[in-house]
């Protein structure tokens, strides 16, 4: 996914993501979860490998950040020097808390988005960029689609879809 450019507004996006995984931090240390949504109109986009490969990346950028940084987290932190810093172990709950983390990231990422070559799935209405969607033809039209199996619903009824008479099937998780 392509940011918008304005670094002011990309400085926001990067602050309230690091915002939402402090307040997940701070939820899951007191003991309690996070919950997925369950109607997440993205779900689909986030398989089992999407939400390990960012977990794994979140858990990477504070293990490099607090390597690189040390003296500066523990002040930030009121950690002393004799205790240890230790990145939030995200990667050690279980797969829906998971999804439910990287759901915030993906909602505040969404609002920062450069939407300049978006398309919008006409089954599923999902957006996406254009050089990332399935594309089909109809009736001199170019639709674009999120995945094959909207796509193949397209094909197999183009006008029940266009007319808003035939639904996506649920996201599958």
């Avoid at 309230?16 to 689909?44: C, K």
């Avoid at 523990?74 to 050690?92: K, N």
Wanted: glycine share 8%; proline share 6%.
């Amino acid at each position: 996914m392509k940011l918008v450019a304005n670094q002011t507004r990309q400085q926001e996006c990067v602050d309230r993501t690091i915002s939402w995984l402090h307040h997940v931090f701070e939820v899951t240390e007191a003991g309690g979860t996070v919950q997925m949504d369950p109607f997440y109109p993205r779900n689909d986009l986030l398989t089992a490998e999407v939400v390990g490969g960012v977990i794994q990346n979140i858990e990477s950028i504070f293990k490099h950040e607090l390597e690189r940084f040390p003296g500066y987290h523990r002040t930030a932190q009121g950690i002393s020097a004799s205790e240890y810093l230790i990145p939030p172990g995200f990667d050690q709950m279980p797969f829906s808390q998971q999804v439910a983390v990287v759901q915030g990231i993906d909602r505040i990422f969404q609002e920062y988005r450069d939407t300049g070559d978006m398309v919008r799935d006409p089954l599923c209405h999902l957006e996406m960029e254009a050089s990332r969607a399935v594309k089909t033809e109809f009736e001199g039209k170019s639709y674009y689609f999120c995945s094959g199996t909207c796509k193949n619903k397209f094909d197999s009824n183009p006008g029940a879809v266009l007319s808003g008479k035939l639904e996506p099937d649920p996201p599958l998780l």
